[in-house]
């Protein structure tokens, strides 16, 4: 026999009713909950996006004012860096002109010392420190002086370039990081939500390690700019140094040069006349030994013109002393006669001695002669290094390109 079926259940009409209710009230509740949360997420979506609307304009007007920010301390930068980049292309200049002043020193500085070498050549009482030597002497001192005072302001003037240099890479480092920040900005600034090449990146929003505040981001270029105006300045005042450097030393040596010239002309001119005399005097004593060569010819010729005249009154003596007995009597003719020898050997022994004073005179004129010919020598060659060697070597000094 085939098995009965079970049954299903069956409720009472108060189930029924129970499980409609239970199953209305339950729809009604997720359909209100449904409703709030519906009405909850449009509100939250609307206020989201206002939210992520004006953060987005607020941002934007940052960024726009970050790019007018760094526009602004960009173009001061730029503005110093052209100072300083002009200031160091001027003090450049200003550093040529004391490297050519050094140059020009150099010839002048050769010239003295080579006048100071010739004139070590000057012989005798000419070898004299006249105020040529001294002045010649205080040219290389001045000459010195200025080299040392050149020196000293060119080593000044490449540390101020040195220093320009430095403040003109920091300014140019800030330009060149400012310029890379407005790219970057100006990017983010112009990037919109319809962008295809926005993308989500993780850990964007961590603290920026290296980060600086604004204060000192605002700091640092005014800092940069404050410290190439101090050196631009600095540069300035030491440009007006060299300036009056470069003068003071050149009226210094020129100064000195004219005072070398005077004075060489000076010598010159005393050692020219000091010659002359010599010369003019010397042909006064050739003469005068002319003449006196002539004078002892002369008395030569009146001693020798004397012993005549005294042998014939020695003979006549002699022989009247052989007279005989009484014939030897000392008459007036023997008076005459011892007489006439007495005056002749008295003119002869006159003539002698007078023969002698002019010989010692002659010797006397011949050493002078000799001694003003030597000094007429030594006055020559000392012209000749002063005037020719020293003053025409002086003509090539030039100081108009100093």
Not at 58 to 75: G, H, I, P, S, T
Not at 341 to 365: C, F, H, N, P, R
Request: hydrophobic letters at 35%; a negative charge.
């Amino acid at each position: 026999m085939a098995q009965l079926v079970n049954a299903p259940t069956k409720y009472s009409t108060f189930e029924w009713h129970k499980s409609n209710n239970k199953n209305y009230s339950s729809a009604e509740t997720e359909r209100a909950s449904a409703e709030r949360l519906q009405s909850e997420s449009k509100r939250l979506t609307d206020e989201t996006d206002e939210i992520t609307r004006f953060t987005q304009e607020d941002v934007n007007k940052k960024l726009a004012q970050r790019l007018r920010e760094l526009n602004f301390w960009k173009d001061e930068v730029q503005s110093q860096l052209q100072a300083v980049d002009k200031e160091i292309d001027t003090l450049l200049k200003y550093k040529g002109n004391l490297e050519n002043s050094l140059e020009s020193i150099e010839h002048p500085q050769s010239v003295t010392t080579s006048c100071l070498t010739y004139r070590q050549g000057r012989e005798g009482i000419d070898l004299v420190q006249d105020d040529v030597e001294n002045n010649l002497l205080k040219e290389v001192e001045v000459i010195e002086g200025v080299r040392s005072v050149l020196v000293r302001t060119l080593e000044q003037t490449v540390e101020q370039i040195r220093r320009l240099r430095s403040a003109k890479y920091f300014l140019q480092k800030d330009v060149a990081d400012k310029n890379a920040a407005i790219s970057i900005d100006n990017s983010c600034h112009n990037l919109n939500n319809k962008d295809t090449d926005i993308n989500l990146y993780e850990g964007v929003t961590q603290d920026l390690v290296n980060a600086v505040m604004p204060a000192d981001w605002s700091n640092y270029s005014d800092s940069n700019i404050k410290k190439a105006e101090c050196e631009k300045q600095a540069s300035v005042t030491l440009r007006s140094v060299i300036s009056g450097v470069v003068e003071q030393t050149r009226n210094d040596l020129l100064t000195q040069c004219r005072n070398v010239d005077l004075a060489l002309k000076k010598r010159v001119e005393e050692c020219t006349n000091a010659k002359e005399r010599l010369t003019g005097h010397l042909d006064k004593v050739e003469k005068e030994i002319e003449n006196m060569e002539g004078n002892i010819s002369q008395l030569k010729a009146a001693i020798d013109e004397k012993l005549a005249p005294l042998k014939v009154a020695h003979t006549r003596l002699a022989q009247r002393s052989q007279r005989p007995n009484i014939e030897l009597t000392r008459d007036p003719a023997q008076y005459q006669l011892v007489n006439e020898v007495k005056l002749i050997e008295a003119s002869i022994s006159a003539l002698e001695s007078q023969l002698e004073a002019s010989e010692a005179s002659l010797k006397g004129l011949i050493r002078n002669q000799i001694d003003l010919k030597e000094d007429i020598r030594v006055k020559t060659k000392s012209l000749h290094i002063d005037k020719v060697l020293c003053q025409d070597l002086r003509a090539t000094i030039d100081y108009s390109h100093y």
